[in-house]
């Protein structure tokens, strides 16, 4: 069974950095691209970043760009997302998927499954 499974999350001060990860079983990592993803209460999910399979073309929303940096370790099945210089505004849940086609690369509106449960980012002073 695919299984994605989030951690890294919990409660920082403006400014200040999370590394989140997603680790992955029931699939060969390497074959997919991954995405990582953000829900706030009263907000629409939304797509903070994605990584292929070989970790050669990554994409991230405007809103994070310059802050959040996507990666991942194949060997270890896990991917990561480095977030640095938090805002309030990035406070939500963040979720982690798999792509549903292997050997993609993040495009816009492809589709993800295998999603996990979320991990929760919170940024306050």
């Known amino acids: 069974q695919v299984q994605l499974v989030e951690s890294g999350g919990g409660l920082v001060q403006p400014g200040g950095s999370l590394r989140l990860s997603c680790a992955a079983s029931?699939?060969?990592?390497?074959?997919?691209?991954i995405g990582w993803f953000r829900q706030a209460p009263g907000k629409e999910r939304e797509q903070v970043s994605c990584?292929?399979?070989?970790?050669?073309?990554?994409t991230y929303a405007d809103s994070v760009k310059g802050r959040f940096t996507i990666s991942r370790d194949n060997a270890k099945n896990t991917v990561y997302l480095q977030m640095n210089r938090l805002k309030p505004e990035d406070t939500a849940v963040y979720y982690c998927?798999?792509?549903?086609?292997?050997?993609?690369?993040?495009?816009?509106?492809?589709?993800?499954?295998?999603w996990g449960r979320g991990t929760q980012v919170t940024v306050s002073s």
């Open positions: 998927a798999v792509d549903v086609v292997l050997f993609r690369l993040c495009v816009p509106n492809q589709s993800f499954g295998s």
């Open positions: 029931g699939f060969t990592l390497d074959n997919y691209a």
């Open positions: 990584i292929n399979n070989d970790g050669g073309f990554t």
